[in-house]
């Protein structure tokens, strides 16, 4: 039996040839079942300075769905970005109700776009104050800027400081800073010295010309590879990572980064606030969306089924994000 040999190729998603890619189609309709945080306890709330306020297991009937890599968060809204260049935007009420709103495609990218590796779209970042969206093409190692309603193309770059990225392993999560720096981190791209895994921080719009760029690494949680970033109301940077092993299959490490001691050729440790395992709810965790809600912070946090894998599925996970205690500041 090929059990054995092909379960990486399920659990991860990658494949060396060119596939056709899930294209979003018309069938809007999606479905949204409540679950709990802790599997062996319907009562727990709390994983780190995390308090569970809702968790849901998504599915959609339209074969584009899924394979969520990205998402943004908006006032009464979600959007989620998957690794195949769909958009999908969901409606969430006060009481958890979940309804779409619109099904989208980005209206271009790197290659003809045929292909699931011409739009592979890892992460995503926008300028709440004009709308603008910026979206990372892994394998390209390219940053396009999209117009605030995702119709239009504004501009494109493939930044010289990710040429030697890998192709498979290089732009996997963004973020713009309300300075109007960016940072985008690289999934397993080494630093010179083998000391972390590499990082660029950009004075400006990565598309810009003109942008200055810091090349500086960071130490994620052993075993662990990036998959999503945000900025936090006091300026740190909340990193999301996953890892894909025999047992348990999947987990997930969030941990905090302070970008102030961000300068060439540093080596920036980061703190763990929270681990995801069974029987926690965790599956391929990818995207990462913070938001404001009644004076609290509400971080979403979603994974990627990879387009149906039998071994994944498309959680959303929604949480209040309590103070950080002092000892790991």
Do not use: C
Not at 115 to 137: H, L, N
Not at 209 to 232: I, L, S
Not at 242 to 248: G, K, S
Request: glycine letters at 10%; a neutral charge.
């Amino acid at each position: 039996m090929l059990v054995f040999p092909l379960m990486p190729l399920l659990l991860v998603g990658h494949y060396s040839g060119e596939s056709r890619r899930p294209i979003l189609g018309d069938d809007m309709r999606v479905t949204a079942r409540p679950i709990v945080l802790d599997a062996s306890d319907a009562n727990r709330t709390r994983v780190g300075p995390l308090r569970f306020l809702g968790g849901w297991e998504l599915k959609g009937r339209d074969d584009g769905f899924g394979g969520f890599s990205a998402m943004a968060a908006m006032p009464g809204e979600l959007r989620f970005l998957s690794d195949a260049g769909g958009l999908v935007t969901l409606r969430i009420n006060a009481s958890g109700q979940i309804a779409p709103v619109g099904f989208a495609d980005l209206p271009g990218g790197p290659g003809r776009g045929w292909g699931k590796e011409d739009r592979d779209t890892e992460a995503m970042t926008r300028d709440p104050r004009t709308g603008q969206v910026w979206v990372a093409f892994e394998r390209a190692n390219a940053i396009w800027r999209y117009s605030r309603d995702l119709r239009r193309v504004e501009a494109s770059a493939q930044p010289e400081a990710m040429h030697d990225w890998p192709e498979n392993g290089g732009a996997e999560a963004m973020l713009r800073l309300r300075s109007g720096r960016f940072l985008i981190f690289s999934e397993r791209a080494r630093s010179k010295k083998k000391l972390g895994i590499e990082a660029l921080a950009f004075d400006r719009d990565p598309t810009d010309p003109a942008a200055q760029v810091t090349r500086f690494a960071y130490r994620p949680p052993k075993g662990y590879r990036v998959t999503d970033a945000v900025e936090m109301a006091d300026g740190r940077i909340l990193l999301l990572h996953r890892r894909i092993a025999l047992h348990p299959y999947l987990s997930a490490r969030l941990a905090m980064l302070d970008p102030s001691g961000i300068r060439a050729g540093a080596v920036l440790p980061v703190h763990e606030v929270a681990h995801f395992a069974p029987p926690l709810a965790v599956d391929n965790m990818e995207a990462l969306a913070l938001d404001e809600e009644g004076g609290r912070q509400i971080l979403w946090i979603a994974s990627d089924d990879n387009f149906r894998s039998p071994f994944q599925r498309n959680l959303l996970l929604k949480f209040e994000l309590l103070p950080i205690p002092a000892a790991q500041r």
